[in-house]
């Protein structure tokens, strides 16, 4: 099944967007470029604020957004490279405004020209900060001129998510839900971490997915206190927690959620306990989620201050300690065409269309227990939407779904 992807009316709506938050600026953005040797591990992906603005997904591009007109800059073609990576759009080509939605298509050898003419002597001049954007600003207009930051107020605008992107983060987020289910019916002692992190690809590859998120953490027993392990090598035992932060990118917009089981299929006692003190963390920092509030920091109004305060309040660590300093990272980040969405963090309070995820994490060292729950959460004019709701969180509901699966799985 193919994601349905974004629509080229969306991209205009967000460059007029910008253009609106920044009246008479004229910006300029650089698409990511293609690497020397083809990009042979990873594949061409195109630099997110390029993605979200322009919509183009070939490389070596440039755009200049200005009061009255976008232009989109594309390399001239060349018989030698397309021979290695496929018919490319050249800004000769009579379809390049349709296929790429801007009315002016221009060769990107014009770009300094182009520049020039657009900002003058005067105009607010904006690119990302020492990107190779900034850069060419220099070398086009002079070291001089004054180049504004692009970064905060682009952030500002993708933080607040349209409805197009909450349906494409809904489709990453049920493909990384049904990816967790299967790793649940296959977790078993003797298994490698690798071989959970393989089923779990294999089922959003399969729904046409095109990349993870990020590297697969999948961490069992020692290896669930390393708040990034990613190395997956590890046998698993009877008796181990396996904690799994797992998430699929499809149609450009990431998914992260994470879940913590007993490869067994039945908690412990001890790690039960403590799982419940952070699902109970979770809860309250899910139960405030609206508007108005903050994801993190000390305030009164911060889902972070609620998760901490609650994980020192309950439950004790082996010398009877409080567990607040086994809370070791914040509570959650934005999430969208990256998995950790860029922020302006002046701009704190939760607004409507936000996508943010909530994972607090407790990591005891001396017990090899390390539990994270983890989940997107849509924030709505009435408060909030779990998007990954399909996955269950209660401990019972985990080890209930786990019997079933595999019992299935043995017929
Ligand atoms: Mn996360």
């Avoid at 959970?196 to 690809?201: D, E, L, P, R, Y």
Wanted: glycine fraction near 8%.
């Amino acid at each position: 099944m193919l994601q349905a992807t974004t629509s080229q009316a969306e991209y205009r709506a967000r460059r007029d967007a910008l253009r609106k938050a920044l009246p008479a600026a004229v910006i300029l953005l650089a698409g990511a470029e293609e690497a020397e040797k083809g990009g042979l591990r990873g594949g061409f992906f195109q630099e997110a604020n390029f993605l979200y603005l322009t919509g183009w997904r070939e490389p070596n591009a440039w755009t200049i957004l200005a009061p009255d007109k976008d232009i989109l800059l594309l390399p001239a073609r060349s018989d030698v490279r397309e021979r290695y990576t496929g018919r490319k759009l050249g800004p000769a080509d009579a379809n390049a405004p349709a296929e790429t939605g801007f009315a002016e298509v221009a060769d990107a050898s014009d770009l300094d020209e182009k520049l020039k003419l657009l900002a003058g002597a005067n105009a607010p001049v904006y690119a990302i900060a020492k990107s190779a954007a900034a850069e060419r600003i220099a070398n086009a207009l002079g070291l001089g001129r004054s180049v504004e930051d692009l970064a905060k107020p682009l952030a500002r605008l993708r933080m607040v998510k349209s409805p197009e992107e909450i349906a494409r983060l809904r489709a990453s987020t049920d493909a990384t839900v049904e990816a967790h289910k299967a790793a649940w019916a296959r977790a078993a002692a003797g298994l490698y971490e690798y071989q959970i992190a393989s089923a779990m690809g294999s089922v959003y590859f399969e729904r046409g997915c095109e990349r993870h998120a990020y590297t697969p953490i999948v961490a069992s027993g020692p290896n669930s206190i390393v708040l990034h392990y990613a190395k997956n090598r590890r046998r698993m035992d009877g008796g181990d927690l396996l904690l799994m932060d797992v998430g699929a990118e499809c149609a450009d917009y990431a998914a992260d959620i994470t879940r913590t089981i007993p490869v067994t299929g039945k908690f412990s006692k001890r790690q039960r306990e403590i799982y419940e003190v952070v699902l109970g963390a979770q809860n309250a920092a899910i139960a405030a989620a609206k508007p108005g509030m903050k994801l993190l920091g000390d305030s009164e109004n911060s889902l972070n201050r609620i998760a901490r305060d609650w994980v020192n309040t309950h439950g004790k660590d082996s010398k009877g300690e409080p567990l607040g300093k086994y809370y070791l990272h914040s509570l959650g980040h934005h999430v969208g065409l990256d998995v950790h969405d860029p922020v302006d963090p002046a701009e704190d309070e939760l607004k409507p269309g936000m996508v943010i995820t909530i994972e607090p994490g407790v990591y005891i060292a001396d017990e090899n227990i390390g539990v994270r729950i983890e989940d997107m959460i849509l924030i709505t004019e009435a408060g909030h939407e779990v998007l990954s709701r399909d996955l269950p969180r209660e401990p019972g509901a985990i080890e209930a779904a786990m019997r079933r699966s595999r019992g299935v799985k043995r017929k």
